[in-house]
């Protein structure tokens, strides 16, 4: 009963949090304003090293306005992978909430979830149409199979906000990268970026106590398969969201050979992409979803490493 109250306390807080600290994609990112005009030679969206392909030696060879392009182009693909997930997490949410009962502090929460959700998508599309990027998103696959993926929200919980988190920690991290190096990035991708992550904080934060509660008391066998599934989806997630998709290297004449060199054979690219889950891992062992075989997947899949010490917390003030 206890552990119970306290799994509606933290709801509450987050319920709270949604109310006093919400942004609207278009009263709250000043669109028109000449500092937020987009140029696509504008050198400022030049990719930096917190991307990978900004570290390569081909993309550092390309003429300035070739490299500013691909630039904006990788972020406006990068939101529109972000808009599909999302869609699909809304859709997955509203399958969830059809059987909460009434006065579920679920309930209310994950509709300011969902809320946000609907802004992201809105403020991701109007970046995508300013930018006049012709961008495909996600790879076919996971187009032709997103109508199947909410179903599993009613019909196993655990595994949908799984996938979840799977689309909402690597882009997390990856945000948080650029904005903490700071330099001289686009101010218009900045704010979007800033708006994202703190409204994000809240939504991991919901999907890391939901599986920490929930997951503990399923069955022997689900947590044996949830253990073993985890790594698969946080890794299938993490190449959907980061890798270019073939149509985009196609479309901006990429060769296939700086993608396979970057993901994720360099040094530098198998540590970030072992980063993007120390969260992740310390949630794995909260739940009780490592063992000894859960453990060697992980390292197969090249996500293994230490765990966070500290669960990422809802932001508390507006950016």
Same mark, same amino acid.
């Given at each position: 009963?206890?552990?119970?109250?306290?799994?509606?306390?933290?709801?509450?807080?987050?319920?709270?949090?949604?109310?006093?600290?919400?942004?609207?994609?278009?009263?709250?990112?000043?669109?028109?304003?000449?500092?937020?005009?987009?140029?696509?030679?504008?050198?400022?969206?030049?990719?930096?090293?917190?991307?990978?392909?900004?570290?390569?030696?081909?993309?550092?060879?390309?003429?300035?306005?070739?490299?500013?392009?691909?630039?904006?182009?990788?972020?406006?693909?990068?939101?529109?992978?972000?808009?599909?997930?999302?869609?699909?997490?809304?859709?997955?949410?509203?399958?969830?909430?059809?059987?909460?009962?009434?006065?579920?502090?679920?309930?209310?929460?994950?509709?300011?979830?969902?809320?946000?959700?609907?802004?992201?998508?809105?403020?991701?599309?109007?970046?995508?149409?300013?930018?006049?990027?012709?961008?495909?998103?996600?790879?076919?696959?996971? +187009?032709? =199979?997103?109508? *199947?993926?909410?179903?599993? %929200? /009613?019909?196993? @919980? #655990?595994?949908?906000?799984?996938?979840?988190? !799977?689309?909402?920690?690597?882009?997390?991290?990856?945000?948080?990268?650029?904005?903490?190096?700071?330099?001289?990035?686009?101010?218009?991708?900045?704010?979007?970026?800033?708006?994202?992550?703190?409204?994000?904080? +809240?939504? =991991?934060?919901? *999907?890391?106590?939901?599986? %920490? /509660?929930?997951? @503990? #008391?399923?069955?022997?066998?689900?947590?044996? !398969?949830?253990?073993?599934?985890?790594?698969?989806?946080?890794?299938?997630?993490?190449?959907?969201?980061?890798?270019?998709?073939?149509?985009?290297?196609?479309?901006?004449?990429?060769?296939?050979?700086?993608?396979?060199?970057?993901?994720?054979?360099?040094?530098?690219?198998?540590?970030?992409?072992?980063?993007?889950?120390?969260?992740?891992?310390?949630? !794995?062992?909260?739940?009780?979803?490592?063992?000894?075989?859960?453990?060697?997947?992980?390292?197969?899949?090249?996500?293994?490493?230490?765990?966070?010490?500290?669960?990422?917390?809802?932001?508390?003030?507006?950016?």
């Amino acid at each position: 009963m206890v552990e119970a109250q306290s799994y509606s306390e933290k709801l509450e807080t987050l319920s709270e949090g949604s109310v006093r600290v919400a942004f609207n994609a278009f009263t709250d990112i000043a669109w028109d304003d000449p500092e937020f005009a987009i140029d696509p030679e504008d050198p400022r969206w030049i990719l930096s090293g917190a991307d990978p392909l900004g570290g390569h030696p081909w993309y550092q060879a390309q003429p300035p306005e070739r490299r500013a392009r691909i630039g904006l182009a990788r972020r406006a693909n990068t939101c529109k992978v972000g808009w599909q997930f999302e869609n699909m997490l809304i859709k997955g949410v509203l399958e969830y909430l059809m059987d909460r009962p009434d006065g579920d502090p679920e309930f209310r929460y994950l509709m300011h979830e969902i809320t946000e959700e609907t802004h992201h998508i809105q403020m991701f599309a109007e970046f995508i149409r300013r930018s006049g990027a012709k961008v495909p998103g996600g790879p076919l696959w996971l +187009r032709i =199979i997103q109508s *199947a993926i909410p179903v599993t %929200a /009613r019909l196993r @919980p #655990a595994v949908f906000f799984t996938s979840v988190l !799977a689309g909402e920690e690597p882009v997390d991290h990856m945000q948080k990268a650029v904005l903490r190096a700071g330099g001289e990035g686009h101010p218009l991708m900045r704010r979007i970026m800033q708006i994202h992550v703190a409204e994000e904080a +809240r939504h =991991i934060s919901f *999907a890391h106590e939901y599986l %920490a /509660r929930t997951v @503990p #008391a399923l069955p022997r066998y689900r947590r044996i !398969a949830l253990s073993l599934l985890l790594p698969f989806i946080m890794r299938i997630a993490c190449d959907v969201i980061v890798v270019p998709s073939r149509t985009f290297t196609r479309t901006y004449g990429i060769p296939r050979r700086v993608i396979k060199d970057l993901y994720w054979d360099q040094e530098s690219s198998k540590k970030m992409l072992r980063d993007l889950f120390a969260d992740v891992r310390m949630l !794995a062992e909260e739940a009780g979803l490592m063992n000894p075989v859960s453990r060697r997947v992980w390292k197969a899949l090249g996500i293994d490493g230490r765990p966070s010490r500290f669960r990422a917390e809802p932001a508390p003030q507006s950016p």
